[in-house]
T-cell receptor
Framework: AQKITQTQPGMFVQEKEAVTLDCTYD???????LFWYKQPSSGEMIFLIY??????QNATEGRYSLNFQKARKSANLVISASQLGDSAMYFC??????????????FGKGTKLSVIP | GAGVSQSPSNKVTEKGKDVELRCDPI?????LYWYRQSLGQGLEFLIY????????KSGLPSDRFSAERTGGSVSTLTIQRTQQEDSAVYLC??????????????FGPGTRLLVL
């Protein structure tokens, strides 16, 4: 069974510092995608960054970068220069073909990030 | 442009009653997904629509749960004879085609359901 593990239920970071949120995944498929979403207290899931299993370079989107280590099956999110507005839940998710006509996202349980002023 | 919208934002109901949750996807998106998020948990896939058909219903937890989509747009998730364990946030997402690994799903704000 495919699964996503986020081992940090909660993290604290000082404003303007960098923080790494851990994510490991488990699949026997060769083709998969890895996503990170942010969920503020308002509840909406906001897409942050995507990494494909065949992408050789780590994905970057502004202050977000994904540290992809395929052999270790890890896809850690790095947020540089943390801001107070980064305080939220962060979810790692894996996209796999379900075999039933769709690409399903499987989510981890999330990490709650709190940015301290 | 307008994002995914869901209604109601909050719903309180009594055990045994039926509820309907609505999702309005981003205009032009053919793929639509329903997820459930229980307190302190990640998202659990429920059902996927491609146009008006649902080729993947594998995540529906019981036959009390059903969903439909009409006109390739609005979708309704219905929970019959609600139970307390149905209390959760129900999130809807849409994506342009649904047929690519790297396609981003865009989420609505969710409906918070509380069954008393």
């Amino acid at each position: 069974a495919q699964k996503i593990t986020q081992t940090q239920p909660g993290m604290f970071v000082q404003e303007k510092e960098a923080v790494t949120l851990d994510c490991t995944y488990d699949t026997s498929d060769q083709s998969y995608g890895l996503f990170w979403y942010k969920q503020p207290s308002s509840g909406e899931m906001i897409f942050l960054i995507y990494q494909g299993s065949y992408d050789e370079q780590n994905a970057t989107e502004g202050r977000y970068s994904l540290n992809f280590q395929k052999a270790r099956k890890s896809a850690n999110l790095v947020i540089s220069a943390s801001q107070l507005g980064d305080s939220a839940m962060y979810f790692c998710a894996m996209s796999l073909y379900s075999g039933a006509g769709s690409y399903q996202l499987t989510f981890g349980k999330g990490t709650k990030l709190s940015v301290i002023p | 442009g307008a994002g995914v919208s869901q209604s109601p934002s909050n719903k309180v109901t009594e055990k045994g009653k039926d509820v309907e949750l609505r999702c309005d996807p981003i205009s032009g998106h053919t793929a639509l997904y329903w997820y459930r998020q229980s307190l302190g948990q990640g998202l659990e896939f429920l059902i996927y629509f491609q146009g008006n058909s649902a080729p993947d219903k594998s995540g529906l937890p019981s036959d009390r749960f059903s969903a439909e989509r009409t006109g390739g747009s609005v979708s309704t998730l219905t929970i019959q004879r609600t139970q307390q364990e149905d209390s959760a946030v129900y999130l809807c997402a849409s994506s342009p085609g649904g047929l690519a690994l790297q396609e981003t799903q865009y989420f609505g704000p969710g409906t918070r359901l509380l069954v008393l």
